[in-house]
């Protein structure tokens, strides 16, 4: 064995697989494989870190290992299929497609053949890798012979997190892409509640980009308008490392009312700051969770904003849950990962490059 490459169909810096995709690179460099990343597009900040996925096939053995990153239909997919090497499948969940169809038809193309692509490649490969039981369910389902859960590798250093400190009126916060199945609406009907029952001057800051669901964005300032709440509301769209760790260390508490969610790297940065957690019960958030945040299975804003406003106010409950998301963390730590590639390499019977009677070091 000498090498195990990552392909995947967009390398982008600041996203969850992108981070993932670099880090896993980093703990099979140091297990001792030649190991590099393919991309169909590589962001202009990431070219040194990656190669065009079209140099992929020239580059592998038949002994190597290729790991495809499934979260999107692609022609990268395609390639992943033709290569005469071991492959392996790291499924970061793929958004249904519905959610999509009136705001971005163009992502709800992709999204369905991300899903064909899913049912055509699980059969195949040697093994599927979920960022969650939730991702592995679906694995199994689509016919993978064997998996395995790994949760995603977390650059959280990148935001420099340290306990928030709020300054001024309550202050929610909940960091991703705007897009439907994360269900941004909802959080700012939450506010409105928040605001017209228990605090009135509550605030909502909802970072993240919105390419391809600029008319889901324009529906959110419609929404926050239409309830009063426009001032309260922030859209800052995409921010840097920096901007975005400042954002986190001033909120009061982290909020999450999405409805699909594969694994919730927001959720672990929100921890990383000491805010308490107040989420919906869905998807993979529940297992990504556990007991290091107040689960609902509602999505009435007077039940959410009471929720929160208990958080907001109670002392006790807060010191709790904060040290609850403290320790729950601790479970998505380096060492934590170390371990879980050890045992990756072992379920794949592979050993470090250069001595085939060493187990790589984990």
């Known amino acids: 064995m000498r090498a195990i490459h990552q392909l995947l169909p967009v390398l982008s ?14 703990a099979f460099l140091e297990a001792g494989f030649v190991s590099e990343i393919f991309a169909e597009e590589i962001h202009q900040n990431l070219l040194g870190e990656a190669r065009p996925a079209a140099a992929l096939e020239a580059s592998v ?22 290569l005469g090497c071991r492959r392996a499948i790291v ?37 599927g890798i979920g960022d ?19 949760p995603p590798p977390v650059d959280l250093a990148r935001l420099s997190p340290r306990p928030a400190h709020p300054s001024g009126p309550p202050r929610l916060i909940f960091v991703s892409r705007l897009a439907p199945n994360k269900r941004q609406e909802e959080l700012i009907r939450v506010l409105a509640a928040l605001r017209a029952c228990w605090q009135p001057e509550a605030t909502l800051v909802l970072p993240g980009g919105w390419n391809d669901t600029e008319t ?9 308008r239409d309830l009063g709440v426009a001032g ?29 969610e594969g694994f919730g790297m927001h959720l672990l940065e929100a921890w990383a700051f000491d805010l308490p957690l107040v989420a919906r019960a869905a998807a993979a958030v529940p297992e990504t969770v556990g007991d290091a945040g107040v689960l609902l299975d509602t999505d009435d804003p007077l039940v959410w904003g009471a929720v929160v406003d208990r958080v907001i106010r109670d002392a006790s409950l807060r010191h709790l849950l904060i040290e609850r998301g403290r320790r729950r963390l601790s479970d998505f730590s380096d060492g934590a990962l170390r ?23 984990g």
């Open 91 to 127: 499924y970061h969940n793929i958004t249904p497609s519905p959610y999509y169809r009136t705001t971005s038809p163009r992502v709800a193309y992709w999204l369905d053949q991300g899903r064909r692509d899913l049912a055509r490649l699980a059969p195949v490969v040697e093994l």
């Open 132 to 150: 969650s039981a939730y991702n592995a369910a679906e694995l199994q389902a689509a016919g993978c012979p064997a998996t395995m859960v790994i």
């Open 61 to 82: 053995g038949a002994g190597d290992l290729v790991l495809y990153h499934l979260s999107i239909g692609a022609a990268s997919a395609r390639l992943f299929a033709g």
């Open 232 to 260: 309260a509301v922030e859209l800052p769209g995409w921010r840097s490392d920096r901007e975005l760790g400042d954002l986190y260390a001033g909120a009061t508490a982290a909020v999450c009312a999405s409805e699909h």
């Open 339 to 361: 371990v879980r590639m050890s045992e990756l390499l072992d379920r794949l019977a592979l050993t470090g490059r250069g001595d085939p009677g060493v187990a790589p070091r």
């Open 13 to 26: 810096p600041g996203d969850a697989i992108g981070q993932a995709v670099r880090r896993m690179r980093s």
């Open 216 to 224: 889901y964005a324009a529906g959110l300032r419609r929404l926050a």
